[in-house]
């Protein structure tokens, strides 16, 4: 079992950067499918970007390619979400989720806040 701990959000303005962190422990994050999600007012929870550190594999949903990035620091055992170019769009509650496979998430964060001004 994991636990997960997310930091890093807050108010940003439209173009700016944020970088959310997700602490884990209990055990390491890399035994794990970890992901972003995020959801916003009024819509489901949506999967922006996940890493099977096993197989060396990414994904990231159109909406950020290109902007964010997902990390891990082993050392840490902290999993990490670079997010460059920040639109309004982007603005929602931000969980860091851990799954033993890919779309089949058994932890969660608490979640952290992310607003962007434009």
């Known amino acids: 079992q994991v636990q997960l701990v997310e930091s890093g959000g807050g108010l940003v303005q439209a173009g700016g950067s944020l970088r959310l962190s997700c602490a884990a422990s209990?055990?390491?994050?890399?035994?794990?499918?970890m992901g972003w999600f995020r959801q916003a007012p009024g819509k489901e929870r949506v999967l922006v970007a996940r890493r099977n550190w096993s197989i060396g594999t990414a994904y990231y949903a159109d909406s950020v390619k290109g902007r964010f990035t997902i990390s891990g620091d082993n050392a840490k055992n902290t999993v990490y979400l670079q997010m460059n170019s920040l639109k309004a769009e982007d603005t929602a509650v931000y969980y860091c989720a851990a799954g033993l496979t890919s779309g089949h998430w058994a932890f969660w964060g608490q979640g952290t806040q992310v607003t962007v001004s434009s």
């Open positions: 209990g055990r390491t994050f890399s035994t794990y499918v």
